[in-house]
């Protein structure tokens, strides 16, 4: 007998309850790693867009937009373009194989030609004004790209019955380094699960323990602010609310037990364009991140 999907949603056999939950298992599995590839986009797309603002609101400014150019190009080699090569090997390895998404996948490749090329632009560029150009035209290409893999090619590859879970194990350039997100409920998830984080709630990127418990407070000393003695769930809200008080050109060191990268997503959906972010150290053990206000 075949059955759609459907009807094997509420189809009983000899073992009946548990084909139903297997089947909800694995529709929650499907949905929380496609929200975790989301996820990651947006990510992406939210610090790309900050680098494109920051570097334009400099040149407006009449200042140098040199130590963003450079940040930018350290960014796209680093995260985007090899997110770009793993999701050719992945996603749209799989998406090429499928009529309706073939050549979707082919011009979305070719936009990845597109995004280095752009890339080498941004890195070559020398005056102010071919320096925010290029940046610009980077962030418009890279977000129309996002989207495109967002609203099109996923629901695709979901629909055609491809198994994004097992495409997609261990890859986190594509899944993100967490593969969960600030107030998301998936934590708990065979996703969340998959990925060792249990059912941390925030974005810190270390682990957790129970040293984590008790108050403390804590404030910058001889321009750092060392958040490694407060709670994970503390960290945040003290490193806010430092930025929050600084004045324009004004910034400080932030000390960290591990790469506090994620905290820069953040930055960058709440401060767009209105902060520069520059590592002074990079572990193994600690590290240390100039954050200030422009």
């Known amino acids: 007998m075949t059955v759609t999907g459907d009807d094997k949603a509420q189809t009983t056999s000899a073992d009946g309850s548990r084909e139903a939950s297997e089947t909800q298992e694995d529709l929650e599995t499907r949905e929380a790693t496609v929200q975790a590839i989301r996820d990651h986009?947006?990510?992406?797309?939210?610090?790309?867009?900050?680098?494109?603002?920051t570097i334009g609101r400099a040149v407006d400014q009449l200042s140098s937009?040199?130590?963003?150019?450079a940040t930018l190009v350290a960014f796209c080699r680093e995260d985007v373009l090899p997110h770009a090569i793993a999701e050719e090997r992945t996603l749209y390895a799989a998406g090429a194989r499928l009529m309706e998404t073939a050549l979707l996948?082919?011009?979305m490749t070719g936009e990845h030609?597109?995004?280095?090329?752009?890339?080498?632009?941004v890195e070559q560029a020398r005056t102010p004004g071919e320096i925010a150009g290029a940046?610009?035209?980077?962030?418009?290409?890279?977000?129309?790209?996002?989207?495109?893999?967002?609203?099109?090619?996923?629901?695709?590859?979901?629909d055609a019955g491809v198994d994004l879970g097992a495409l997609l194990a261990g890859m986190h350039e594509i899944l993100g380094e967490s593969g969960h997100t600030h107030g998301s409920e998936q934590h708990g998830s065979a996703q969340g699960r998959a990925r060792g984080h249990g059912g941390c709630s925030c974005t810190c990127g270390g682990g957790h323990d129970a040293a984590d418990a008790g108050d403390a407070s804590v404030e910058v000393v001889e321009g750092e602010l060392d958040v490694r003695r407060l709670a994970h769930v503390q960290r945040h809200e003290e490193i806010f609310a430092t930025f929050r008080a600084l004045r324009p050109r004004e910034a400080f060191v932030l000390v960290n037990d591990h790469d506090p990268k994620p905290l820069y997503y953040q930055f960058a959906?709440?401060?767009?364009?209105e902060f520069d972010w520059g590592y002074v150290e990079s572990g193994p053990d600690v590290w240390r991140v100039r954050i200030g206000r422009l």
Request: aromatic share 2%; net charge positive.
């Open 41 to 53: 986009h947006r990510k992406l797309g939210r610090t790309m867009a900050d680098h494109a603002l």
């Open 65 to 69: 937009p040199s130590a963003r150019q």
């Open 105 to 107: 996948v082919r011009a």
């Open 113 to 121: 030609t597109a995004l280095g090329n752009l890339v080498d632009a």
């Open 135 to 158: 940046a610009a035209a980077l962030d418009a290409m890279f977000q129309s790209h996002l989207e495109k893999e967002n609203d099109i090619l996923l629901p695709a590859l979901v």
């Open 269 to 273: 959906a709440r401060h767009p364009g």
